[in-house]
């Protein structure tokens, strides 16, 4: 047997046994040297001891570590005074108008993107009313989103990172037919009202995104092109 046989027996490199039977006193200079019977005993002794013990390391139940479970600060809710003021973005192309609870007090939003700071005590009072949850305005205060988010929704999601309601239009033609067959009937709304602003402008959306309109929501506004 030769210096590498023996190498590749115990899958080390011939460097490393040239070294041991090196380290035993015999005289090895390469690995196509033949092997006396000598160095095979003390080399197959010596690696099968090896091989033993790293099989005994590895079959050791490894010890278990007790894992303290870190506390999780709890988010603080955020109180708001009646008096706060709370910035409130239109969603709908249309002009909207509320009342405060003062009845005299008026909010305005003539169209998409518009903006007005409303009092959080008139915001509370319209909580339930088509215009929170019908998604005609985007309270953009995180908070009052998250406090709110059963009566809200989902719904806010459709106008994330929504300038103007051209943009619906940017989408592909199939990620369009999706948003418009899973819309509020409010999004639907601002999407056939878009739609008809932008033929009316000459702004032409794609004849295909037209032909999905009038057949998901049966209008005709192709034939105004």
């Known amino acids: 047997m030769k210096v590498f046989e023996l190498s590749k027996e115990f899958d080390v490199t011939n460097k490393e046994m040239i070294d041991f039977l090196k380290s035993k006193g015999f ?4 690995h196509s040297q033949n092997l006396t019977d000598d160095m095979i ?12 013990e790293a099989v005994k390391v590895e079959e050791q ?33 249309w002009y909207v108008e509320m009342l405060g ?13 518009d903006v007005e700071y409303v009092a959080y005590r008139d915001l509370q009072s ?33 106008y994330l990172g929504i300038d ?3 943009e619906f239009f940017d989408k592909t033609d199939e990620e369009f ?13 601002v999407i056939k009202y878009t739609a008809m602003d932008m033929v009316r402008n000459q702004n032409y959306p794609s004849l295909q995104k037209i032909s999905i309109i009038d057949k998901v929501l049966d209008t005709g506004i192709k034939d105004f092109v």
């Not at 005289?27 to 390469?30: L, T």
């Not at 059963?150 to 999601?157: F, I, T, V």
């Open 164 to 166: 103007y309601p051209e």
């Open 41 to 52: 005993e003390v080399a197959r002794n010596d690696f099968k001891q090896k091989e033993e």
């Open 27 to 30: 005289k090895v200079s390469s």
């Open 177 to 189: 037919e999706t948003l418009l067959v899973n819309a509020s009937p409010t999004l639907k709304e």
């Open 126 to 158: 319209w909580r339930r009313k088509p215009i929170i949850t019908k998604a005609k305005i985007m309270i953009e205060d995180p908070d009052i989103c998250e406090q709110w988010k059963h009566d809200l929704g989902s719904m806010y999601q459709k």
């Open 61 to 93: 139940p490894k010890p278990v570590t007790k894992t303290t479970r870190k506390s999780v600060p709890e988010k603080k809710i955020k109180n708001f005074k009646p008096d706060d003021r709370i910035l409130c973005r239109s969603i709908v192309p």
């Open 101 to 113: 609870v003062d009845n005299v007090t008026t909010y305005k939003w003539p169209g998409y993107g």
